[in-house]
């Protein structure tokens, strides 16, 4: 098999991989895109989130070097105003479903991120942006997902 098809043959299954994902966006920064991303059942934008209901990220990334500690940074936009999502879980190291702290470089790590919509919030679109950090403050992955909350069905 010559490189050039090799190339197509992987591009076509990861193409076939992304489209049952939620679509992201990257965060305009240098920080990499997980490789894969599951919000609920969420395949189009902008994700619906249900006022009263607990969603559900999972995301798939790979460690970028050896890593200690994980800290989860959730921040919504909407109407030009940031704010920094209130997470209960604070030690990412918590959050891990396959593997735990300490993690070696070139890990696969799938982490679950839970956010409750609460009851009050208002049914807004909005912007959420969610990055993983390490022990140093580096950003390990991010991505920029559109929401929108919506009543309960
Ligand atoms: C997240 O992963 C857990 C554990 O593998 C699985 O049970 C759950 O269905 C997944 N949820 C989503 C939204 O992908
Ligand atoms: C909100 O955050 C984005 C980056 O995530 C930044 O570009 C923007 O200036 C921030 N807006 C405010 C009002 O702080």
Redesign the pocket.
Known sequence: MNQFFKSVVVIVASLALVSCDTPVTDCENDVSLPLQI????CVESPCELERGSTV???VTFRAPHYVEGLTPEVIATALGVNVTYPLSETNGCNSL?NIRCPIDAEEII?Y?LQMPILAFYPTISLQIKFTIYDENSNGLMCFVVAARVVLAS
């Open positions: 599951q919000i609920n059942d559900v990220m999972n479903l799938r679950q």
